[in-house]
């Protein structure tokens, strides 16, 4: 109960060593591990996905998070919500602790997006969007990227990309869209449920509609 059986293997990229394959053998989160405080640390990095510095960033105490066993017999800690690897303290000096951090595994965990739609994305017709899952989230989240994050090397995630229609009648858009859906649903299950094929639609006005409300404007003064 609470485990899941052999399901993928994972590429970690190492700084100056290449990557490291690890095979998972079961994913273990229930019943509900908690974290105590001082108990675990992230390695930290900056807004830009580069690894800056090596502070210590304590995770704090009632986060909740599983345990990754992999083929080789290791143990990783995995936080829940931010889809992020924990290394656990077991009272190493100081030095020791930086050195841990400097040369463990760094893997890039991605952000979430919001796609803001200008005239010119408007006026081109269509937009292209990425959407990423993290393969360790037990609740299978799904949200939006940017280009730059969905074209990185993310091991941990399944991305898709889609053409997002948004010029035309109801009826094309409404098509064109769920045409899409369908497509990405392969590489990334639910995206079909999580998406609105009419996200961003305006009702397109007919030439009559518009010079009635040109006329509107001249009369009100708006």
């Known amino acids: ?44 990095y900056d807004d830009e996905n580069r690894y800056s510095n090596y502070e210590f960033d304590y995770v704090r105490e009632g986060v909740e998070y ?23 303290v077991e009272n190493p000096t100081i030095f020791d602790q930086y050195s841990i951090i400097q040369n463990s595994s760094r893997e890039l965990y ?8 200008t005239d010119i994305m408007r006026k081109k017709g269509s937009v292209i969007r990425y959407f990423a899952k993290s393969k360790l989230d037990k609740y299978d ?48 299950p639910g995206i079909q449920n999580f998406l609105d094929p009419l996200e961003f639609y305006e ?3 007919t030439p009559y509609e518009e010079i009635q409300e040109k006329l509107g404007r001249l009369q009100t003064g708006y």
């Open 1 to 44: 109960m609470g485990s899941t059986p052999p399901s993928c293997i994972i590429s970690m990229s190492s700084s100056g060593a290449g990557n490291i394959i690890m095979a998972i053998e079961r994913i273990k989160y229930e019943p509900t591990y908690i974290t105590n405080k001082f108990e675990f640390y992230y390695d930290s």
């Open 66 to 88: 599983m345990i990754i066993y992999t083929t080789s017999k290791e143990e990783i800690y995995m936080d829940v919500i931010r889809n992020e690897a924990m290394v656990k």
């Open 110 to 117: 991605l952000k979430s997006y919001i796609l803001v739609l």
């Open 141 to 188: 989240r799904i949200f939006e990227i940017n280009k730059l994050d969905y074209n990185s090397e993310a091991n941990f995630y399944d991305t898709v990309s889609l053409i997002w229609q948004l010029k035309g009648s109801k009826e094309n858009i409404l098509m064109k869209n769920e045409g899409s859906l369908e497509l990405a649903e392969g590489p990334l």
């Open 203 to 205: 009702e397109e006005m």
